[in-house]
């Protein structure tokens, strides 16, 4: 039986780039930076959250998989979840997050879209 979901996968243009974003603006922690093998243009390079057992794998997005873009594009989603959206919000606007709104209240929670450094839209939510 499955127990835990290991790692969710975003594509990036610029590995560099997007590790400086998750670990510097959404204060996460650099997991692995490794090479996926000698000579590799890309790297194998993860965050997580502080305590978190899920990492966000940060795949370097490239002509070999051109191909599947609007595949990933279609159905990728990644919901971040926080205690307290509104000093979430407060604090990330202040780093330069690009938010697509302002925090909005469901029957389930609230939440908010934003953009990473590479466009990929990110929910932020409390439940």
Not at 46 to 75: C, M
Request: aromatic letters at 12%; a negative charge.
């Amino acid at each position: 039986m499955i127990k835990r979901v290991g790692t969710v996968s975003i594509f990036v243009a610029d590995q560099d780039r997007a590790k400086a974003f998750y670990t510097e603006k959404l204060g996460m922690e650099l997991i692995a930076d490794d090479e996926l093998w000698p000579g590799a243009d890309s790297r194998w390079l993860s965050v997580a959250p502080a305590g978190a057992e899920t990492q966000i794998v940060l795949y370097k997005f490239d002509e070999n998989w051109e191909h599947y873009r609007s595949t990933f594009q279609q159905s990728q989603s990644l919901t971040l979840q926080c205690d307290d959206i509104s000093e979430t919000y407060r604090i990330y606007k202040e780093r330069g997050v690009e938010f697509l709104g302002e925090p909005e209240t469901q029957f389930w929670g609230t939440f908010v879209m934003m953009k990473d450094c590479e466009g990929n839209t990110l929910i932020l939510v409390q439940v």
